[in-house]
Nanobody
Framework: VQLAESGGGLVQAGDSLRLSCAAS????????MGWFRQAPGKEREFVAA????????EYADSVKGRFTISRVNVKNTVYLQMNSLTAEDTAVYYC????????????WGQGTQVTVSS
């Protein structure tokens, strides 16, 4: 499985940004796709996840109501729409994938930097 993130950048507080994750190398019908982030000096944390089939989504409390995860299966792409960004959202954002029966996230992208200036 290969994952490639894009869409990061420098924005101001209150702005929006959409991240993309292009997935390849597998049939993703039984996968869960997720977004994680790691801020400087902090551990990597879960942001959001979505099943490749169906409509189940999950969000960290810190982003509920502001971020939306979605996917376009025919493009093998997962998105993270981020609205009302704050400086606390500054981090490297990673796309991840795991089989729905797996205990851990087995595939990771290289990450894309999101910087929010206040």
């Amino acid at each position: 499985v290969q994952l490639a993130e894009s869409g990061g950048g420098l924005v101001q507080a209150g702005d929006s940004l959409r991240l993309s994750c292009a997935a390849s190398g597998s049939n993703f019908n039984n996968y869960v796709m997720g977004w994680f982030r790691q801020a400087p000096g902090k551990e990597r944390e879960f942001v959001a996840a979505i099943r490749w089939t169906g409509y189940m989504t999950e969000y960290a409390d810190s982003v509920k109501g502001r971020f939306t995860i979605s996917r376009v299966n025919v493009k093998n792409t997962v998105y993270l729409q981020m609205n009302s960004l704050t400086a606390e959202d500054t981090a490297v954002y990673y796309c991840a994938a795991k089989h729905f029966a797996a205990d851990s996230w087995g595939s990771w992208g290289q990450g894309t930097q999101v910087t929010v200036s206040s």
